[in-house]
């Protein structure tokens, strides 16, 4: 069954104690080296485990000359069986080292003089180590406040060299590589030196990052690593474990989180993972994004005094106030969901027995809110102290115009041709800081942001612009005859504002003009519209960009470097009314009581929503969403304020909408407030109901 050549073949490569070996035919010669199993090393790290070849210093030890090819054929086995019975070493056999032998006596005694070279070397290298140890240790012991270095460990080269020379295994290592195996008995004073040795070559260990072919410090390449962005560290934690630890450190990722805007009033040691806090952000970023677009959220309406019609609103930052005709004026922080509203009570004297007068303007910022009357009473509040007024002062006329500092406790008011601007001093008492006189009266009017010192006003009079500060007061910025302006907003060191031309007449269409504010020099002159701009929003704008409104239905987008619109979106039927915009998406308020979300970059429509009055306030942030539907007529035909069926007038008050995009809401608190109802209530009114998302159940 088979070939008896190749069973003989296996029989005479065995030996004594070791199994059998069977050859398969295939294998075209036998004439290559075969190496023992090496035995497995005690662990460690893999650079101090020992090598079980040769030392490089040593001769090189080369293989056995390869056997004849007639020794593999069947035929050849005679040779060999013969050779072994004969004692002289003929075919693969166990040689002195644990290897394998070549054929005939010449090889085995090449391979034994290499062999005894190899043990005479190291043999002469063990004595050397032992006498450098010896001498060592006779050494006088150093003085008490010298340091004594730490005597080196045994390579791992001369435990093989000790193991192959007894003829045994190899030894193993010592547990601590950092102390030597004989060690001179002292005072003690050795121990502490050797362990401070290991804790400092640990510490250089740990503080030079490798750089390809280089070693740093673990602060430079710190420096180095804070260029990169998440992209790249990530990829170069995958480099080692030394890289790993560098671009996880919490200083990187602290650091692209303020990049990105994200958690800008912390600290470093508030968040123990700021890669995981960083993670967390953006997440929370895509979720707003995704429920902006598809409008998941909750939406309430801030509740008005029954009988009551709106008559301005304002926000910033979530907190919303309001002024009626009944001389009101409410207060609402939306952060906080069903938040009863205050009323500011406004200043009474003496003779304030009659009935409020009708609030003309509201406004508010981080501090302050102040409310101007149809009397000419000016109402400022401290969000602070309470609901009594700080600061109350009067004008002979009805207001026209108002304005508040974004950050600032600073007041301007528009008054007939009078311009009066009111702060706090060094002590909070309250104070007019500068009175103008203008040629005519005042439209628009607005305090410029972030102004060290005295405060800097623009105020928009038919067609003259002026620059009111306290060493020019007279300053003009533009000024062209017949060319009224129609809207206005300023920024810290520009003012953007459009200007109704004369029109088909000279073929003149109408622009935004922008100006500088420090040069008084006209920078750009952009759009060419038939319509008039109806408003502009250049403070809450993106850098280098600027949206506006206009009467011809259309919303364009602007980049300050050049001319040409960005975009140009058509929604609204009867002009644009309120319009802003941040680096993704606008928010656009129409005339006919439409709010439109768009995706500026895809200039598409998201969604939009619908009330009866025009959109005159529009603010939203990365989560929030206020918007306010004031009327223009303030006493109807037919409605009287004193009548006891009041459900005749709800048509004519106007609405506040807060929308809610953040993905911490609750599901119970995302639905209409009207859908919240306990029907408690005797009566009920179903005329003109308009619901902001629909409702499966009551």
């Not at 060094?426 to 607005?446: H, S, Y």
Request: net charge negative.
């Amino acid at each position: 069954m088979g070939d008896p050549g190749r069973r003989q073949l296996g029989a005479s490569l065995g030996s004594p104690g070791r199994p059998h070996r069977t050859l398969p035919s295939p294998r075209p010669s036998l004439g290559h080296l075969w190496l023992p199993k090496a035995e497995p090393w005690p662990p460690g790290p893999r650079a101090s485990r020992p090598s079980p070849y040769p030392h490089p210093g040593s001769t090189k030890w080369r293989p056995p000359a390869p056997v004849s090819p007639a020794a593999a054929r069947p035929g050849g086995t005679r040779n060999l069986r013969a050779a072994e019975r004969a004692g002289e070493g003929g075919g693969f056999r166990a040689g002195p080292a644990g290897g394998w032998a070549g054929s005939g006596p010449a090889a085995m005694a090449e391979g034994s003089a290499e062999l005894e070279l190899f043990r005479r070397r190291w043999r002469e290298e063990l004595a050397g180590g032992a006498k450098r140890r010896r001498r060592e240790a006779a050494e006088p012991a150093a003085e008490p406040g010298s340091r004594r270095s730490a005597e080196p460990s045994e390579p791992g080269y001369l435990a093989l060299a000790r193991g192959l020379l007894d003829g045994g295994a190899p030894a193993c290592r010592s547990p601590s590589p950092a102390r030597p195996a004989e060690e001179p008995a002292g005072d003690g004073g050795g121990d502490s030196d050797d362990l401070l040795g290991q804790l400092i070559r640990d510490l250089n260990e740990i503080n030079e990052v490798p750089f390809f072919d280089i070693q740093l410090p673990y602060e430079l390449a710190l420096k180095i690593f804070q260029y990169l962005g998440k992209t790249e560290l990530g990829r170069c934690a995958q480099v080692s474990r030394m890289w790993k630890v560098l671009a996880e450190d919490e200083v990187l990722w602290y650091r692209l989180c303020q990049q990105e805007g994200y958690l800008l009033d912390t600290s470093i040691s508030d968040h123990s993972c700021w890669k995981l806090a960083l993670k967390n952000c953006r997440a929370r970023e895509r979720a707003l994004k995704t429920n902006w677009k598809n409008r998941i959220g909750a939406v309430s309406q801030l509740q008005y005094e029954v009988g009551k019609i709106l008559c301005d609103v304002h926000s910033c930052d979530g907190v919303v106030i309001a002024g009626y005709t009944s001389g009101e004026v409410r207060l609402w922080d939306t952060r906080t969901w069903d938040y009863t509203a205050p009323i500011l009570e406004p200043m009474h004297g003496p003779g304030d027995a009659g009935p409020q007068p009708h609030v003309s303007f509201v406004r508010i910022n981080s501090s302050l809110a102040v409310a101007a009357y149809e009397d000419g009473t000016i109402s400022v509040w401290s969000l602070m102290f309470g609901r009594e007024p700080v600061h109350h002062y009067q004008h002979n006329q009805r207001i026209q115009a108002l304005a508040l500092g974004s950050e600032s406790a600073t007041v301007a008011t528009a008054s007939g041709f009078e311009v009066k601007v009111e702060s706090p001093n060094d002590r909070g008492f309250w104070q007019t800081t500068e009175t103008f006189e203008i040629q005519k009266l005042v439209n628009f009017l607005n305090l410029v942001p972030d102004v060290m010192g005295s405060p800097v006003t623009v105020a928009a009079a038919e067609d003259i612009v002026y620059l009111l500060k306290a060493e020019d007061p007279g300053k003009i910025l533009h000024s062209v005859y017949g060319q009224p302006v129609t809207c206005l907003d300023v920024s810290a060191h520009e003012a953007a504002f459009g200007v109704k031309t004369f029109g088909w007449l000279l073929n003149e269409p109408n622009q935004i003009l922008l100006y500088n504010l420090e040069t008084s020099q006209c920078l750009k002159k952009m759009g060419n519209s038939i319509g008039d701009f109806t408003c502009v929003n250049l403070q809450n704008s993106p850098p280098n960009m600027l949206v506006t409104g206009n009467k011809d239905r259309r919303v364009r987008v602007f980049d300050l470097r050049q001319s040409e619109s960005l975009c140009s979106l058509y929604a609204h039927q009867l002009g644009v009314s309120a319009v802003q915009m941040d680096d993704w998406k606008i928010v656009s308020g129409g005339e006919e009581g439409l709010v439109c979300v768009w995706d500026q970059r895809m200039g598409t429509k998201l969604w939009e929503m619908h009330a009866r009055h025009p959109v005159r306030h529009i603010w939203f942030n990365s989560h929030s969403l206020i918007t306010a539907n004031i009327p223009d007529e303030k006493t109807p035909r037919g409605a009287s304020i004193t009548d006891d069926d009041l459900t005749a007038h709800r048509k004519h008050r106007g609405i506040i909408y807060a929308y809610e995009f953040s993905v911490d809401q609750l599901a119970v608190e995302s639905v209409l407030p009207i859908c919240r109802s306990s029907y408690d209530e005797v009566t009920g009114y179903n005329y003109n109901i308009g619901l902001a998302v629909p409702y499966d159940n009551i």
